[in-house]
């Protein structure tokens, strides 16, 4: 037999995978012409098929909160005991930051203490966020202050933070044992990193339904909810972080006696910090975008100006109170990215004691001071600002002014898009439609890849939820669609001009910090209830990471192939065709699959103006009290999140092997 040389088998290859994919998409094309043919009984998911997971979940959940005990000891009894503990240091941290010491109540309400003054608090921030960036972040802190107090908002403000302070402690306390228990067992690492996977990709409604029943109704049963919400990107950190530790960092550490305990606090812990500040900075993002759904069942403070605000239509006071939250959440984003920027680089010694003892004369000065002028401790009413009638009288000139095109849009976007497509997916075969996402699988990363995702659409299959899991698809991907077509040519266009990049960044940086209810207010403002203005909200929310995978994406393109490319005499357009976007598409894919996770978050919040999906099942069974069908239907919408996940990833590893190979 003659020898083959693997010149010959890399000239085969190409061959190979074209007729593979020709094939896959003869059988494809196959498949949906044969659609309309099939019965009609394949489009309803039959009884038997169907499991009770409902009722087995509600059942379980009721067990649990009534009957299950430990020792005797009822589990209810041990979850209310923790809520009133969690209680403690909430109600003592806004003592400090929001209330003061206040005895008694009503006409005979006494404050014996004030609180922190909000000049003290803003002063000393501005003073840390100078010693530990420079002086834009100093300015921008002080900035943040000065608009939560003048607005009136402080006090909510405060409240807020006291939650958010004490939900990242406990993410972050319970995050580090989590993933340096999994980083310790490569058995168990697998597990903790799926678990942590459903965990992200659940609802956020999802999580109140359970804890409302285990916890009861106020900040401490928030504070959970919160925690169990923001828990994961702390466990993926800090699992990533230890494993790229050196492995001749943790040999020296051995040959020096150092034992496991010593060798974890004295040395991985250490190396790892920069990255473990990451994740940090992201458990603070996760905490701060659950601020306005923890309001529903008690947690007060900003999110619940925002969400009295949505009720209201009141669209100006939601619009102050969110870029009150936006304030909040930048200042804590910027100091928590400072922070692991000095730690990566190395800078020390950036705060003396000199430092400390001024930050506690700003503390302590204006707070004393409050005792004599109040406007120190909370700024008075009769002076604050508000943006609220500007705001509200603007939404109201263009209702007037732009209405009927406004709804000739929306009429013309249901009739002849929004609503043929989802019909559309309706009557996709539920059969079909298991078949071809378990092709696509397949033919993108393998047969394991593709049974994992024709058993999560099964799943979604089973538990009756089909029809409204096509809802959420067809939803989700008309977002995505439009904030793909919008954000990433704007972004690579944007990536050839540099001087743009600082504002371009501090924008995308906003639009993700802003709550996701405040996206729903203009919507509803201009286009009333319904599908399209709950489109126009996941398209705002998801725009963000298409513009920033796409500059991304074109920034990293390496610059030999430009060059060879424009040595080969290449015109601008002929090497962006076949140079830049080949390079990039790796990138560009995973900004897709980040446009689609950031839509699905986004879709369970548009329930809230009438949506058919599977968002407004988890809403309804919230409202209603079902744990039930919100635990399911969330689980469903996990398992649209992981099929998108998978198939988006397989194709961008896919096309990065691809890129390998082209130019090896």
Known sequence: MADISPDTLRGRRPSRRLWTGLLVAAVILALLAAAPLMPPSWRAVPDALRWPLSDWIAAGMNWLARDAAIAGIHFATVTRALATAAQWPIEALQVVLAKGWVQGAGFNKVQIAPPLSWLGVTLATALLAWRISGPGLGAMTLLAGLYLALFGLWTSAMTTLASVLLCVLAALVLGLAIGIRAHRSPGMEPAVRAVMNVMQTVPIFSYLLPTLLLFGYGPSAALFATVVYALPPMVHATVLALRSVPAETLELARMTGCSRRQTLWRVELPVALPRLAIGLNQVVMMTLNMVIIASMIGAGGLGYDVLRALRRLDFGAGFEAGMGIVALAVVLDRLTQAAARNQSVGRRRLWSRRDGLILLALLAVPTGLSLVLPALAVWPKALSLTSAPFWNAAVSFINQHFYDPLEAIRTFMLLKVMNPFRDALAALPWPIAVVLLALAGWRLGGWRVGAGIAAMAM???????????????????????????????????????????????????????????????????????????????????????????????????????????AMCGCSKWQTFRHVRLPAALPTLLLGVNQTVMMALSMLVIAALVGTRELGQVVFTALSQGQPGPGITAGLCVACIALIADALLKSGAARAARHQGEAHA
């Open 459 to 565: 799943f979604v299959v089973v538990t009756g939820y089909w029809l409204p899991a096509t809802g959420s698809v067809y939803l989700t991907v008309l977002a995505v669609l439009v904030a793909l077509a919008v954000g990433m040519p704007f972004g690579i266009w944007i990536s050839a001009r540099k001087r743009w990049h600082q504002g371009v960044q501090l924008a995308l940086d906003t639009l993700q910090t802003l709550p996701t209810l405040v996206y729903l207010l203009p919507a509803v403002m201009l286009f009333r209830n319904g599908d399209f203005s709950a489109l126009i909200a996941i398209t705002s929310y998801a725009v963000a990471p298409a513009i920033r995978y796409g500059m991304d994406a074109m920034a990293h393109v390496p610059s030999e192939r430009v060059e060879a490319a």
